[in-house]
């Protein structure tokens, strides 16, 4: 009785971890595979969906490691909002077209690139193994276990413990919105001096209008 | 039993390096942007895999804030994108010394 039940509890245990495993190699292989496409591909457009698949390799990863929270608002905000953005300007602006790869500006810029990538992830992994970047103290923000849901810890530790940077993304945010509004606009001279001629026009027409009226009483 | 850190984190200097190599290869800013998001996901995905590691919230409320400042970020540099497309029709890295002055 006590052996099939450890018998089951092992084949429950050697399952979840099967099942963990399977969802880390499978997104692996998304955003190993979306990474590649955004570099290589040659359409933007192209590159852009290949960047979807990445970021749902990521949330995969997210909730692998139960960052569920983070995994809905990586798809919200990444594969919702950032990239519909970038499909949107590409789209605005008609750059759909093939990018000329062939044409380098400057020669071994290509290669030197493969080769400087390849020394930023060799020097990456050999950093991780001869140092330690992390200083190994555990929960000193909160505990990431125990009870509670994940987004309920999140909540109450963001609206805690990090509360000043919160309210300093809500301006960073603002910021933001007035400064693609304000890049984003037609400024030419003549649209403003074009705006003070219509203002002076509709002020000396209500201005005519208003002396007809007050001729006509 | 779930999957190491170690392979999370090597999973994420994968991709960053990848990132990194098509920021350099690639000239057309749109795409170049695209790789700068490549390597903010693989530091996010560090940060949630020392956040399990060390059993600690603070990794996951500043993904939060990495993907705020991304946001805020892409929304600028395709404002500023579109108004490089205002004077030329093109968006290769060499143009961006139109926008001085």
């Known amino acids: 009785m006590l052996a099939t039940a450890l018998l089951a509890d092992s084949s429950g245990q050697a399952l979840a971890h099967a099942s963990a495993w399977a969802v880390y190699v499978v997104g692996a292989a998304m ?4 990474a590649l496409g955004v570099i290589l591909l040659r359409n933007p457009v192209h590159c852009a969906l290949m960047l979807v698949i990445t970021l749902f390799g990521i949330a995969l990863e997210f909730i692998d490691q139960s960052a569920d929270f983070l ?7 990444y594969a919702g909002a950032v990239v519909i953005l970038f499909l949107f300007v590409i789209m605005f602006l008609g750059v759909d077209r093939k990018e000329a790869i062939r044409s380098e500006p400057t020669r071994f810029q290509r290669p030197l690139a493969v080769v400087l990538g390849v020394v930023v992830l060799v020097e990456i992994l050999a950093l991780s193994r001869v140092d330690h970047w992390a200083t190994g103290a555990p929960s000193q923000a909160g505990a990431l276990d125990g009870p509670g849901q994940n987004v309920q810890k999140l909540g109450q530790s963001l609206y805690t413990g990090y509360l000043l940077p919160f ?3 809500a301006a960073l945010l603002v910021i933001a919105v007035v400064a693609a509004v304000v890049l984003s606009r037609r400024h030419n001279q003549s649209a403003g001096e074009m705006r003070e001629e219509d ?4 002020l ?3 201005a005519a209008s208003q002396s007809d009226h007050g001729e006509s009483q | ?3 190491p850190s170690a392979w999370y984190l090597i999973l994420a ?3 960053f390096g990848l990132g990194a190599t098509g920021l350099l290869i690639r000239r057309n800013v749109l795409v170049m942007f695209m790789c700068i998001e490549l390597m903010l996901n693989a530091v996010n995905l560090t940060f949630v895999t020392f956040a399990r590691d060390l059993n600690d919230i603070g990794g996951q409320v500043n993904v939060f804030f990495v993907l705020v400042v991304a946001a805020a970020e892409v929304v600028v540099g395709l404002a500023i994108i579109v108004a490089m497309f205002r004077r030329r029709a093109a968006a290769t890295a060499d143009d961006i ?3 001085k002055g």
């Open chain 2, 13 to 15: 200097a994968v991709l």
């Open chain 1, 31 to 34: 955003i190993i595979t979306g």
């Open chain 2, 97 to 99: 010394h139109i926008l």
């Open chain 1, 199 to 202: 203002q002076e026009e509709v």
């Open chain 2, 1 to 3: 039993m779930t999957v």
């Open chain 1, 71 to 77: 995994a809905a608002v990586q798809i919200i905000v």
């Open chain 1, 167 to 169: 309210e300093m993304t």
């Open chain 1, 204 to 206: 000396s027409g209500t």
